[in-house]
């Protein structure tokens, strides 16, 4: 039997958590968890996911009707029905807005691999939705291609969204993904950032396979994919208008590794135009002029 108020607890509780981090402003994300085979409890609309009680908590069937509660339902709720369907063993879905996983959904960036063992175990390539405005059913359909290939999936211009079978576990991932987008942008503020080889990624992806994680890296379609160019999900940038700008994998970039099969491959940012340097000595004159101003 399903002790469905614990459920309910256990969104609170997780709602807490995202308003909490900063994933949710204001009456932001929504949350749901599938407690039987036509029943689905999602939090309701227009309400602060860190100051849910349980007797907010809406119940749905699995084609999106509210059958219970007294608040009305997220509007978003057919985005979690669509992964539930196509994996039944979902039993909780989290869509929120991590900022700095949502700056690479606003940039339409790829999320770079090679680069965090964690990230490699928990969470693999990670895919970017083309754009659709939220709410209807043309939007819970953008997931659909990545669904069974991926735990955690971008939404292009809007948030992320994650699933597995406990709604802690949906969150996880989440957390996890939105910690290395920062981890990113940092490093690339540093200046650059260091790519571990083929070989050592396929190590973590044996790893992985060992612990019991699914990783599609690891299926015969993709066992000699090259790991660090995204290839699972590259097919689908163009729909998604996804290009790597920002963070470029290490076979494309025009600077080689120090020594062949050196695992500390190094990519710098692209390098300012004409124009951005102009600029930018623009600025320092005007600078320097009114500091010689005031002396």
Not at 266 to 280: F, K, N
């Amino acid at each position: 039997m399903v002790n469905v108020h614990k459920c309910k607890q256990d969104i609170c509780e997780i709602g807490d958590r995202i308003y909490k981090k900063g994933f949710a402003a204001a009456n932001d994300g929504n949350i749901s968890y599938r407690v039987g085979e036509n029943e689905v409890l999602c939090t309701p609309t227009l309400h602060c996911k860190g100051f849910l009680k349980p007797d907010d908590i809406c119940t749905l069937d699995m084609q999106g009707n509210q059958i219970a509660g007294r608040k009305k339902r997220s509007s978003e709720a057919l985005l979690h029905l669509e992964i539930m369907k196509k994996r039944p063993e979902v039993k909780s879905v989290v869509h929120c807005h991590p900022p700095h996983a949502t700056a690479f959904a606003i940039a339409r960036e790829p999320i770079p691999q090679c680069v965090l063992p964690e990230v490699e175990v928990f969470l693999g390539d990670v895919p970017i939705t083309r754009y659709e405005t939220p709410g209807g059913q043309a939007f819970a359909d953008t997931i659909l291609p990545f669904v069974e290939k991926t735990n955690v999936i971008i939404l292009a211009n809007h948030g992320t969204v994650s699933y597995g079978e406990t709604v802690e576990q949906a969150y996880w991932w989440t957390e996890i993904l939105d910690a290395y987008c920062r981890m990113l942008m940092l490093a690339r503020g540093l200046g650059n950032v260091h790519y571990m080889s083929q070989e050592e990624t396929h190590e973590l992806l044996d790893l992985k396979q060992k612990w019991g994680f699914e990783d599609p890296r690891n299926t015969p379609e993709y066992k000699n994919c090259d790991v660090c160019a995204n290839d699972i999900f590259r097919d689908s940038w163009a729909a998604a208008g996804a290009q790597q700008r920002a963070f470029v994998p290490p076979e494309a970039s025009s600077k080689p590794s120090a020594e062949p099969g050196d695992s500390s491959r190094l990519v710098t940012p692209p390098a300012m135009s004409t124009d951005q340097e102009a600029l930018i000595q623009a600025i320092t004159d005007q600078v320097m002029q009114r500091l010689g101003a005031s002396a």
